[in-house]
Structure formats: C-alpha cells, structure tokens
C-alpha cells in the first residue's frame, strides 16, 4: 500500500476500480439509488474544496496587496474548514464507512486506503493549523507576516491537492458502492 499514498498517487489503481469503472461521474446522480444522502455527502466536499480556495485566494490577494481583513477571515474559514473536515471524516470513519465495507469484499483494500488518508491528512490539518496560527500570531504582533503568509499559502496550495486526490477517490469508491447495493441509508 505504501505505493498508494496519499502524498504520491494519482489516482484509484484499476484493481480498486471494481465499481467504479461500472458507474462512472456521468451516471451517478440519474442513478435511482442516487439519493439525498448521497447528493449530501457531495455538496459536503464540494463545500470542502470551495472554502479552500477562498483560503488561498484570501491568501494570494493579501500577498499581493495587504489585505486588512486578511488574518480574521483566514481564521474564521480556517477554523470553519478544519473542524467541519475532521467532524466529517470522523462521521465516515465511525458509521458510513463500516456500513460500506461488508457490502462488497473486493473493496477491503480500498477502505483501508480511504483510512490511511484520514490519518495522513490529520498530519496536514495539524500542519495547516500550525501555519495559520504563525500568521495570526505574528498580525498580532503587528510584525511582517509575509514569510508566514507565503508559507502558509504554500501549506494551502498543497493541501489542495492532498484533499482533492482523497475527495475524488474517494467518491470512486463509495458512490458506485451506494448505486451498486442501494446502500444510501440513515
């Protein structure tokens, strides 16, 4: 599994690709097992993947030219964005996924690998965090933030591509298990 890391593939490997090849993007929401839970659950990481890049256009535009604004929307966003992303993923991890994963064997592999990406992008909200707090506290300061903020944007564009490498696998695998077993309960 070590090849199927979050921080280096490039998709689903074909042998993870069971369903997903079976019910592309395309048919999902025509699907009659497409339901509210699931149309849910994917304006859920839509949401995730919209305030990121407010976070990094907020970010870009107050390196570009200081935004006064700039440290109190980043933290309310950030603070929106990582507990309402480590809320979700718990939700997952505890109920829809263990739900899932005895609906079809063939997928073990791919929830443990949908495990493996929350504990790895616990690690870059922790890092995210870390930098976000570095800006705060230097604007508190009233000190030049402008290292933090260039390395918090470097933080944010890196992120972006961890979450929406894990968000469309992810979706890969358990939106073809909804459509396939009817499984969009609760």
Do not use: C
Not at 48 to 68: A, C, K, M, N, W
Not at 78 to 89: E, G, P
Not at 118 to 125: M, N, T, W
């Amino acid at each position: 599994m070590d090849d199927l890391s979050l921080d280096t593939r490039k998709g689903l490997p074909e042998h993870l690709r069971v369903l997903a090849d079976l019910y592309p993007r395309e048919i999902w929401t025509g699907h009659p097992n497409f339901g509210g839970l699931t149309a849910f659950w994917l304006e859920r990481h839509l949401n995730f993947r919209q305030v990121l890049d407010t976070l990094i256009d907020g970010s870009e535009r107050h390196l570009d030219r200081h935004d006064p604004r700039y440290g109190h929307e980043m933290q309310r966003y950030t603070s929106f964005f990582l507990n309402q992303l480590h809320h979700h993923h718990m939700i997952e991890d505890q109920h829809y996924f263990p739900q899932f994963l005895p609906l079809d064997s063939r997928l073990e592999q791919a929830f443990e690998l949908l495990d493996r990406d929350h504990h790895a992008l616990d690690g870059h909200i922790h890092g995210l965090a870390e930098a976000s707090n570095a800006v705060l506290k230097r604007l508190a300061a009233g000190e030049d933030e402008k290292v933090a903020a260039d390395l918090l944007l470097r933080h944010q564009r890196d992120f972006k591509v961890f979450l929406n490498r894990h968000l469309e696998d992810e979706e890969e695998i358990i939106v073809p298990v909804i459509l396939e077993y009817g499984a969009d309960t609760e």
